[in-house]
């Protein structure tokens, strides 16, 4: 959520429970001295056709009001963006969000510790490949119990037999990943 006050007088209201919802508020709270027309663009994530391409999209609102108010749904889904070097790696995303596996914490060391570079340097363990189709993620990874979390089915993994918990990057801290 923020508000934008422009120079000439307009101030306008966002309101979003962005990562946790899909909506988007727009609402004019003070007019300015000169016309303004706002358009917004869709975010290529939320522009996604069933195949997975995106096109930019945008739309035209038209001149404000002192009483215009918009609401906008940005949907959220699951797709994969593969690495640029051709490796087969790839990111699960939900909408912008990148999601990380959460791999645990086995021959980990003290959660506290003063660098970071003691989590990076630290032995890993083997993981299992994906070997599910990954031009469709929604078929191997369904929502977990908690907001924004993800589980995949175990027979996704070359194992047949691990399931990973996914959740946004950002809120992937002291555990493998």
């Given at each position: ?39 917004v663009?869709t ?19 038209g ?13 959220l ?80 993994a070359q ?6 918990t ?11 990943y």
């Open positions: 959520p923020s508000t934008v006050t422009t120079k000439d007088g307009w101030k306008l209201r966002i309101d979003t429970k962005f990562p946790y919802g899909e909506s988007v508020g727009v609402r004019v709270l003070s007019a300015g001295a000169s016309p303004l027309r706002l358009k663009r975010p290529a994530w939320a522009a996604a056709g069933a195949d997975g391409s995106t096109t930019t999209e945008y739309r035209d609102y001149l404000l009001s002192a009483e215009t108010a918009v609401q906008l749904e940005l949907p889904s699951l797709h994969v963006r593969r690495a640029q070097d051709r490796s087969g790696n790839f990111s699960v995303l939900y909408g912008p969000l990148v999601l990380a596996a959460d791999l645990g914490t086995a021959k980990m060391p003290a959660d506290i510790v003063d660098d970071q570079l003691v989590y990076m340097n630290s032995p890993a363990a083997p993981v299992p490949k994906i070997t599910a189709d990954v031009n469709h993620p929604a078929q191997w990874v369904r929502a977990g119990e908690a907001p924004l979390t993800f589980v995949t089915d175990a027979r996704a194992d047949a037999k691990t399931s990973f996914l959740r946004p990057f950002f809120a992937t801290h002291h555990v493998r």
